[in-house]
């Protein structure tokens, strides 16, 4: 079994300032690592993904995200952020043995302040 | 192309009526997924289709929850005897052969 920890819940920051969303997994066997973002009242948006070769990956946005195996995290970074990134975000991991359901953290809501 | 498509986007029933959710998953996509996202449990998985295998239904929380794909592509949630913590908002996803998964904009399940 899989679990996915988003250590924090909310994160408050200013525009045009840094920011890093948090996300640690544990897992027995060799995992993808997803980031979702949820705009209000809408589905899930694939924001980027691990599966494998670069540890570094880049997604939609500006955001970008690091897989680090020895520490089983997939931190997620944007240099500067915008009103618009105020959205609630998921970390996820799935088995690499393709085919089974994605486990969610708990979501890290950023609110991106003037 | 065509994102996931789910319907309705929002539904208001009683407790006990049966509701039935409707999702259409990105043509040529072999695997669907439901989940739930609610305020207390935040995003559970319920139920995957892949291909013509049997589904996998480890995640529905009762029996009177069950699923269909029906012709490999368009699938129905059934809810039966609908009750006040069967609230949520209920996502869809398709994938090709199990990879990224791609999520429709939700129904939004209220019941009174």
């Known amino acids: 079994a899989q679990s996915v920890t988003q250590l924090d819940s909310q994160v408050p920051v200013f525009e045009e300032a840094p920011v890093e969303l948090r996300c640690n997994y544990s897992?027995?066997?060799?995992?993808?690592l997803f980031w979702y973002v949820q705009y209000p009242n809408q589905g899930l948006q694939l924001l980027l993904k691990?599966?494998?070769?670069?540890?570094l990956v880049k997604g939609i946005n500006g955001f970008e995200a690091e897989f680090n195996k020895s520490q089983t995290s997939f931190h997620l970074r944007k240099p500067s952020v915008h009103i618009s990134d105020t959205a609630e975000y998921f970390c996820a991991v799935t088995p690499s043995d393709a085919g089974n359901m994605l486990t969610f953290g708990g979501g890290t809501r950023l609110m991106v302040k003037p | 192309g065509a994102g996931v498509s789910q319907s309705p986007s929002n539904k208001v029933t009683e407790k006990g009526k049966d509701v039935e959710l409707r999702c259409d998953p990105i043509?040529?996509?072999?695997?669907l997924y439901w989940y739930r996202q609610s305020l207390g449990q935040g995003l559970e998985f319920l139920i995957y289709?892949?291909?013509?295998?049997?589904?996998?239904k480890s995640g529905l929380p009762s029996d009177r929850f069950s699923a269909e794909r029906t012709g490999g592509s368009v699938s129905t949630l059934t809810i039966q005897r609908t009750q006040q913590e069967d609230s949520a908002v209920y996502l869809c996803?398709?994938?090709?052969?199990?990879?990224?998964?791609?999520f429709g904009p939700g129904t939004r399940l209220t019941v009174l």
């Open positions: 043509s040529g996509h072999t695997a």
């Open positions: 289709f892949q291909g013509n295998s049997a589904p996998d």
């Open positions: 691990y599966l494998s070769g670069s540890t």
């Open positions: 897992s027995s066997v060799s995992v993808y």
């Open positions: 996803a398709s994938s090709w052969r199990g990879n990224t998964q791609y």
